[in-house]
């Protein structure tokens, strides 16, 4: 199993100090995504958080809050949550904002951090990052999200890696043959590969709607991942 933790800790600092899409892994075969690309990817953000200027955001795996950063000109204030301190340390010297506060922490163990101000959230995002939880995370990680959610709020669960499209990335026999070795020997940086039947059902479980999304034109990964949008 990939330790999580120490890899994103030890990762971003293989990167370059303002190599912000490297470091939290926004890339194709390695090459940080175009500006083009990138605003597909936060303008699919926007839109799925339906996110607006009354909103507070609570954005959990925020990295290094390069996205954070970007989505907070749109809403009333935003908390990001990440367990890297390498990336918790970059957030803070390089995307930190008057309506921006950095938290160090385990959205595994969310019920359990002090995210107030404010004391619930009317937006909630994940993105690029289910994909290093189990599928019986999950409904923990709802329960928790809902503890601070508001009534009105929209959870919003982005870039999930697609079991169903699985041979879409992994498109040739060495890329293949290397996903294996990785697994083998406890190195893949890939993780979890979901069904949306999986979000669906947990969802259900914790009472709310699930909208899938697996048509994103032009959003990097759209080939092999989709998005969630949860609602009450």
């Not at 890899?7 to 971003?12: I, L, Q, R, S």
């Given at each position: 199993m990939?330790?999580w933790?120490?890899f994103w800790t030890?990762y971003?600092a293989?990167a370059g100090?303002?190599d912000f899409?490297?470091?939290?892994?926004?890339?194709?075969?390695?090459?940080?995504?175009?500006?083009?690309?990138?605003?597909?990817m936060?303008?699919s953000?926007r839109?799925?958080l339906?996110?607006g200027a009354i909103d507070d955001?609570?954005?959990l795996?925020?990295g290094n809050?390069?996205?954070?950063h970007c989505?907070?000109?749109?809403?009333?204030l935003?908390v990001?949550v990440d367990?890297?301190e390498?990336?918790f340390?970059?957030?803070?010297?390089h995307?930190?904002?008057?309506?921006?506060r950095?938290l160090?922490?385990?959205?595994?163990?969310?019920c359990?951090?002090?995210?107030?101000?404010p004391?619930?959230?009317?937006?909630i995002l994940m993105?690029?990052?289910l994909?290093h939880?189990?599928v019986a995370d999950?409904?923990?990680?709802l329960?928790?999200?809902?503890?601070k959610?508001?009534?009105?709020?929209?959870?919003f669960?982005?870039?999930?890696?697609?079991?169903r499209r699985?041979?879409?990335?992994?498109?040739?026999?060495?890329?293949?043959?290397?996903?294996?070795?990785y697994?083998?020997t406890g190195r893949?940086?890939?993780?979890t590969?979901?069904?949306p039947?999986?979000i669906?059902e947990a969802a259900?479980?914790?009472?709310?709607?699930c909208?899938?999304d697996d048509?994103?034109?032009?959003?990097p990964?759209?080939h092999?991942r989709f998005?969630?949008r949860l609602?009450?």
């Amino acid at each position: 199993m990939m330790d999580w933790h120490k890899f994103w800790t030890d990762y971003p600092a293989t990167a370059g100090e303002t190599d912000f899409l490297i470091q939290t892994g926004h890339t194709v075969g390695g090459v940080p995504y175009s500006e083009a690309e990138f605003g597909a990817m936060l303008g699919s953000i926007r839109l799925g958080l339906d996110l607006g200027a009354i909103d507070d955001l609570l954005d959990l795996c925020c990295g290094n809050g390069v996205v954070t950063h970007c989505l907070v000109e749109h809403c009333r204030l935003a908390v990001g949550v990440d367990f890297s301190e390498t990336l918790f340390d970059i957030a803070r010297r390089h995307h930190a904002h008057a309506k921006i506060r950095y938290l160090l922490g385990d959205v595994r163990a969310l019920c359990e951090l002090d995210l107030a101000p404010p004391d619930h959230f009317s937006r909630i995002l994940m993105y690029a990052a289910l994909q290093h939880l189990h599928v019986a995370d999950l409904a923990r990680l709802l329960d928790a999200i809902l503890a601070k959610a508001t009534r009105d709020a929209v959870i919003f669960i982005g870039g999930i890696l697609d079991t169903r499209r699985k041979t879409a990335f992994l498109d040739t026999p060495e890329k293949r043959q290397a996903y294996e070795e990785y697994r083998r020997t406890g190195r893949d940086r890939l993780g979890t590969w979901w069904h949306p039947q999986h979000i669906a059902e947990a969802a259900d479980r914790a009472g709310l709607r699930c909208e899938i999304d697996d048509q994103s034109a032009g959003r990097p990964g759209a080939h092999y991942r989709f998005d969630a949008r949860l609602t009450q």
